[in-house]
């Protein structure tokens, strides 16, 4: 007589707590957005390289007009890539819930958002930074040949900003695109483009890092209101009072 | 100087073995078709407690015609289950290797020693010359594999297990003991770190012994995982250190063809050695694949309503994945362990070696970390794909072609294209 397994009966399997959690289904995601960013920041390159190549090598000015050209064209293949992402999300959760013919999916569209602007934003933030860090474990010493003195800090402040920015954004564009709202999708791809034309100021850290947290903070209020947040919601949650949420997540009040 | 003979027997027995165990067996499936075992297999190939195949999965059995759907949807929920159950311990592995290569210069020490099996110096004037010599070393490189491989299944055909279990316990007891003093000793030297002899001799000891024991006879399954994660993380290592740079590549790209060759073509080797096993009924070597979840001893014949998912103790909750929730035992009349169940995902440890020389020789050459995360994100993306394929075709599949190839596009395209590009906007300090 062979042992059964109970979640392979029918019917057991639709009342047992599914054995599938919400986790398994946030932990691919960011990887499959960390990809495409890496693949969107391959074709900016391969652009930006075959200009150069073609370009006079010699005029500074015109590398430089070169790499203002790649920053841009990267912005916006990011961004494309994002609506790709958002797309082949969508076709997976449709495939999916037609699958499994629950009412309801097991992951709704705003945690997915969030999730892929994490990865998004982690990949970026790890490309900008990890060079960076990397050289500064080694012997040396910063702004010796006049450069600024404030080269890691204002990386470091940077690439926070860029992170928390890309998961503000993911929210944001998903929730524009789920509501056909194309003017807050546009608002993502103009601020995006914003902030990295602001990075162009550097060294002036002022000019570029104040407003990139001004928008940061914009973002941020804009994507909390978004994801269904606000005042009173703050005030339950951070005092741990917020019925829904401890009900969910099973906790005894 | 070449390698001494001991090092190109164990480096024979250890190349060839391990890039046997490429195809990825499917060990879960939850078909009804499968006759439940009546009588517990007495003679277990291996180890008792250690990996199964997919036959012996008994979990399956007996249980009623689900519709497809059903099928699908479980294939589905529990491929992510997978996913994760294989990111961490490749993730792990490619760590190490990394964070080794960064840190103890010994591994990326030019050296002339080679290994027995790449002759051919890559050390010439000439561009052809050194693309003619890496070519010689790759096709070299791949006979011996091949020869070994075959090698290995007539053995399993013939049933010589005697023989294949002490090559197999003779090259892990050159990994556990002699590869892992080689990294203890480099690492002290890199610290300057002055440790007497005796206390080395203890650890590497204890180190080995209890390596052996997990890998071939029984023990906790965390820590068979860990040795197999640091068995593979070792060798990759002593790849990255005497494989020449353009030999390196070249290979790796040729064993990815060996591999989807070796597994998919009806009279590969691999593929033959799967389908025996699967034939007997046995699990394939303990010792060269790392299996995500352990295989309980059976147990007697229960009554239906008496097999309950049971108890979560601390260890059924690692490997029960499909276990949501709690739920009483309603019988007494068996222990925990003695339900058999076999729900993990196995991946063959010539896998795991070659990604890490993959990011491995990615952290090496340049010093560059971008290039490095991106074959890291590369090779997992890979494997996910691989294990997607995997949950639709629910058969032994290569593991290494379609995330090799996707390392070797990333690692010549970051390396040319994309750092150039991250360089210049780092040293204006523009962000993208």
Same mark, same amino acid.
């Given at each position: 007589m062979g042992i059964k397994n109970p979640?392979?009966?029918?019917?057991?399997?639709?009342?047992?707590?599914?054995?599938?959690?919400?986790?398994?289904?946030?932990?691919?995601?960011?990887?499959?957005?960390?990809?495409?960013?890496?693949?969107?920041?391959?074709?900016?390159?391969?652009?930006? @390289?075959?200009?150069?190549?073609?370009?006079?090598?010699?005029?500074?000015?015109?590398?430089?007009?070169?790499?203002?050209?790649?920053?841009?064209?990267?912005?916006?293949?990011?961004?494309?890539?994002?609506?790709?992402?958002?797309?082949?999300?969508?076709?997976?959760?449709?495939?999916?819930?037609?699958?499994?013919?629950?009412?309801?999916?097991?992951?709704?569209?705003?945690?997915?958002?969030?999730?892929?602007?994490?990865?998004?934003?982690?990949?970026?933030?790890?490309?900008?930074?990890?060079?960076?860090?990397?050289?500064?474990?080694?012997?040396?010493?910063?702004?010796?040949?006049?450069?600024?003195?404030?080269? @890691?800090?204002?990386?470091?402040?940077?690439?926070?900003?860029?992170?928390?920015?890309?998961?503000?954004?993911?929210?944001?564009?998903?929730?524009?695109?789920?509501?056909?709202r194309w003017w807050a999708v546009a608002a993502v791809v103009v601020s995006h483009l914003v902030v990295s034309c602001l990075t162009f100021q550097n060294p002036q850290y002022v000019g570029s890092l104040v407003p990139t947290y001004v928008i940061l903070l914009a973002m941020a209020a804009w994507a909390f209101h978004t994801a269904g947040g606000s005042l009173r919601n703050l005030k339950l949650c951070l005092t741990c009072k917020d019925t829904d949420f401890l009900l969910a997540n099973h906790r005894p009040r | 100087?070449?390698?001494?003979?001991?090092?190109?027997?164990?480096?024979?027995?250890?190349?060839?073995?391990?890039?046997?165990?490429?195809?990825?067996?499917?060990?879960?499936?939850?078909?009804?078709?499968?006759?439940?075992?009546?009588?517990?297999?007495?003679?277990?190939?291996g180890v008792?407690?250690?990996?199964?195949?997919?036959?012996?999965?008994?979990?399956?059995?007996?249980?009623?015609?689900?519709?497809?759907?059903?099928?699908?949807?479980?294939?589905?929920?529990?491929?992510?289950?997978?996913?994760?159950?294989?990111?961490?311990?490749?993730?792990?592995?490619?760590?190490?290797?990394?964070?080794?290569?960064?840190?103890?210069?010994?591994?990326?020490?030019?050296?002339?020693?080679?290994?027995?099996?790449?002759?051919?110096?890559?050390?010439?004037?000439?561009?052809?010359?050194?693309?003619?010599?890496?070519?010689?070393?790759?096709?070299?490189?791949?006979?011996?594999?091949?020869?070994?491989?075959?090698?290995?299944?007539?053995?399993?055909k013939y049933r010589c297990y005697k023989f294949i279990h002490g090559w197999l316990i003779l090259s892990s007891l050159m990994l556990l003991f002699w590869l892992s003093f080689m990294y203890l000793s480099e690492v002290f030297k890199t610290y300057n770190l002055a440790v007497d002899y005796p206390t080395v001799g203890v650890i590497i000891w204890n180190f080995g012994t209890v390596g052996m024991i997990c890998i071939h006879w029984k023990g906790p399954l965390q820590l068979q995982q860990a040795y197999l994660i640091l068995i593979s993380a070792l060798m990759a290592l002593v790849f990255i250190k005497f494989l020449p740079e353009w030999s390196a590549w070249l290979i790796l790209g040729a064993i990815s063809v060996y591999d989807l060759v070796a597994v998919l073509s009806p009279k590969g080797p691999l593929r033959m050695l799967v389908e025996t096993a699967q034939e007997r009924n046995e699990p394939i070597f303990p010792?060269?694949?790392?299996?995500?979840?352990?295989?309980?001893?059976?147990?007697?014949?229960?009554?239906?309503?008496a097999q309950r998912s049971g108890q979560e103790t601390d260890e059924e909750a690692e490997q029960s994945s499909r276990r949501a929730e709690p739920e009483n035992r309603q019988s007494q009349l068996f222990p925990e362990d003695d339900l058999e169940e076999d729900r993990g995902v196995k991946l063959g440890l010539g896998d795991f070696i070659f990604y890490s020389v993959l990011v491995g020789k990615a952290a090496a050459t340049g010093g560059d970390w971008?290039?490095?995360?991106?074959?890291?994100?590369?090779?997992l993306i890979g494997l996910c794909l691989t294990l997607l394929l995997l949950a639709i075709f629910k058969k032994a599949l290569p593991a290494l072609p379609i995330s090799i190839t996707f390392g070797?596009?990333?690692?010549?395209?970051?390396?040319?294209l994309v750092q150039p590009f991250m360089d210049n906007l780092a040293a204006h300090q523009f962000y993208i």
């Open positions: 979640f392979i009966d029918g019917e057991v399997l639709s009342f047992t707590s599914p054995p599938f959690s919400p986790c398994d289904s946030l932990c691919a995601p960011p990887l499959l957005r960390a990809f495409f960013w890496l693949v969107s920041l391959l074709l900016a390159s391969l652009v930006w @390289f075959i200009s150069v190549q073609i370009s006079n090598k010699d005029s500074a000015a015109q590398q430089k007009g070169l790499l203002i050209f790649g920053v841009v064209l990267s912005v916006l293949l990011q961004e494309t890539f994002r609506f790709a992402y958002y797309k082949l999300l969508k076709k997976a959760n449709e495939g999916l819930l037609t699958l499994s013919q629950e009412e309801t999916m097991p992951i709704s569209i705003r945690q997915l958002a969030y999730v892929s602007g994490l990865g998004f934003g982690f990949m970026s933030g790890a490309f900008s930074v990890v060079n960076i860090l990397a050289d500064s474990v080694g012997p040396g010493t910063i702004g010796i040949h006049g450069d600024s003195q404030h080269y @890691f800090l204002s990386s470091a402040f940077m690439t926070m900003a860029i992170i928390l920015l890309h998961m503000f954004w993911g929210v944001i564009f998903f929730d524009g695109c789920e509501r056909q | 100087m070449n390698a001494s003979d001991s090092e190109e027997d164990s480096y024979d027995e250890r190349t060839a073995l391990v890039p046997s165990e490429n195809p990825v067996l499917p060990s879960y499936r939850p078909e009804p078709d499968l006759n439940p075992p009546l009588d517990p297999p007495t003679k277990r190939f008792s407690g250690r990996a199964g195949t997919a036959p012996v999965d008994g979990g399956g059995g007996g249980s009623d015609q689900e519709a497809d759907v059903d099928e699908e949807e479980l294939t589905l929920k529990y491929g992510a289950k997978h996913v994760i159950m294989l990111f961490i311990p490749v993730t792990l592995c490619m760590l190490v290797v990394v964070v080794t290569i960064k840190s103890v210069s010994f591994y990326t020490e030019k050296t002339n020693q080679t290994l027995i099996y790449t002759p051919f110096t890559e050390n010439t004037a000439s561009v052809g010359r050194r693309l003619l010599n890496s070519v010689l070393n790759t096709i070299i490189m791949i006979s011996v594999i091949v020869v070994m491989t075959i090698f290995l299944v007539v053995l399993y010792a060269l694949i790392y299996s995500s979840a352990m295989m309980w001893t059976v147990g007697m014949a229960s009554p239906p309503e971008n290039t490095t995360l991106a074959c890291f994100v590369a090779i070797l596009v990333f690692y010549f395209s970051t390396g040319f």
